[in-house]
């Protein structure tokens, strides 16, 4: 009987718990039937909708350490031939070069060449741009000077030598790498010696890829053309100033020393540029250094040869030698005096008029001393009539020379052409 009421005591709670929204909802059973699973492979009917919905009573899956090894990443190689090409591709111009060429040289003995690219419209704008391998492409490490120059390898060297000639000057300077870095080193410059014979690097056209064949730097013998070549040193130099400044070393910035004091022919034994470009030459004499680029400048403006109206007292002398060149109503006699002996000196009719300088020869003479005058007979009948002469120094110099007058008061006009 007490189990009778405990129950209905605690029925009758419930009920009134749950009338008052405390109890919570219990869910009710359906109807609807579970949708049928699809089979592998089996298509999703059409017009159905997948619904995901996370699974709470799967565990996540542990994914096990694999015990197989695995190769490592290999890092792609770049192939120089490859990267070149394209280089080269991009660096072709379709302006009109005098130099669009390249070069390929080992500098570093790594089997890899460098790239020398050597582009130009002119001398005067030519450039060598050199390149080499580094792991991410082409790297450009460095920008010579090209004009009137030319790239030679070094057999058994990992170096390579750039010489550039031009107007009687030379150097010569050696290239090769270190740690990545260029290094140059002049090992030669004169001014006035023979060049040396190199054989040059093998050049191809920036279009041209049978260049990118290259299979080791080539053979040469121009290490032997270095240790054999000859220079003219020691020499002889006539300096015909007496006031020629000496000083201790080759450089204004040197201290002075005297003056070679005499005109005369003297012995020149090493020679040296300065920071200026001026070459200096060391006496034998132990003197100290002059500086030949100012000699040959004060030589080159005195004139080796004058012209003036022949005097009186010349012609009754007779200590000369004489020329016909017109013997006209309107001739007259010209001295020309050389200070120095010339050569294979000749004499032309010349109209200015016409820019014609060379219109007829009219005298051949094989040797015009210092010591002896030539008088000549001529005549200048017309405005910008002119004689042209021609001869060579005792230098080896040539020299044109233009004789007229002033058309006012026949003075007459000579100078150098």
Same mark, same amino acid.
């Given at each position: ?74 890092? $792609?190689?770049?192939?120089?031939? @490859? ?100 290094? %140059? ?37 121009? %290490? ?21 400044? $000496? ?46 680029? @100012? ?49 294979? $000196? ?72």
């Amino acid at each position: 009987m007490k189990r009778l009421l405990c129950f209905l005591t605690a029925l009758a709670l419930c009920l009134s718990l749950w009338g008052c929204g405390l109890m919570p909802e219990l869910p009710l059973p359906t109807s609807e039937e579970p949708e049928p699973s699809t089979a592998p492979g089996t298509a999703a009917p059409t017009g159905a909708t997948e619904e995901t919905r996370p699974t709470e009573t799967e565990p996540p899956t542990r994914t096990e350490p694999s015990t197989e090894t695995q190769p490592p990443e290999t890092e $792609v190689q770049l192939r120089w031939e @490859d990267v070149y090409a394209l280089l080269l591709s991009n660096l072709s111009s379709s302006i009109p070069m005098l130099y669009n060429e390249y070069y390929l040289y080992d500098l570093d003995g790594d089997n890899s060449p460098e790239l020398f690219v050597k582009q130009g419209t002119c001398e005067a704008d030519t450039m060598i741009e050199l390149y080499t391998m580094a792991p991410a492409g082409a790297e450009r490490i460095a920008t010579l000077g090209g004009s009137h120059s030319m790239l030679c390898g070094l057999s058994g060297q990992n170096a390579c030598l750039l010489a550039t000639g031009h107007q009687g000057h030379e150097s010569i300077t050696k290239l090769s790498l270190r740690n990545g870095q260029l290094q %140059q080193e002049l090992i030669y410059e004169a001014y006035g010696e023979e060049y040396h014979q190199f054989t040059g690097l093998p050049g191809y056209a920036l279009s041209q890829r049978e260049g990118l064949r290259w299979n080791g730097n080539p053979t040469d013998q121009n %290490q032997d053309v270095l240790d054999n070549h000859k220079t003219r040193l020691p020499y002889l130099l006539r300096i015909p100033f007496a006031d020629q400044s $000496v000083f201790s070393g080759p450089s204004y910035d040197e201290r002075f020393v005297q003056t070679v004091e005499f005109a005369g022919t003297y012995t020149i034994v090493e020679e040296q540029y300065d920071w200026e470009g001026n070459l200096w030459g060391k006496l034998k004499s132990g003197a100290g250094w002059v500086d030949l680029t @100012d000699i040959q400048y004060r030589i080159d403006l005195a004139a080796p040869i004058s012209a003036n109206y022949a005097d009186r007292p010349l012609l009754e002398s007779g200590a000369y030698d004489y020329a016909c060149l017109d013997s006209s109503e309107y001739s007259f006699s010209v001295a020309f005096r050389a200070y120095e002996t010339l050569y294979d $000196v000749r004499f032309y009719v010349a109209n200015l008029a016409m820019d014609d300088l060379y219109s007829r020869e009219v005298f051949y003479l094989e040797r015009l001393s210092a010591d002896r005058p030539l008088v000549a007979e001529l005549a200048l009948p017309m405005d910008l009539s002119a004689y042209t002469i021609c001869f060579t120094d005792s230098y080896g110099y040539s020299h044109t020379f233009i004789l007229t007058d002033n058309g006012r008061n026949n003075a007459l006009v000579f100078y150098e052409y």
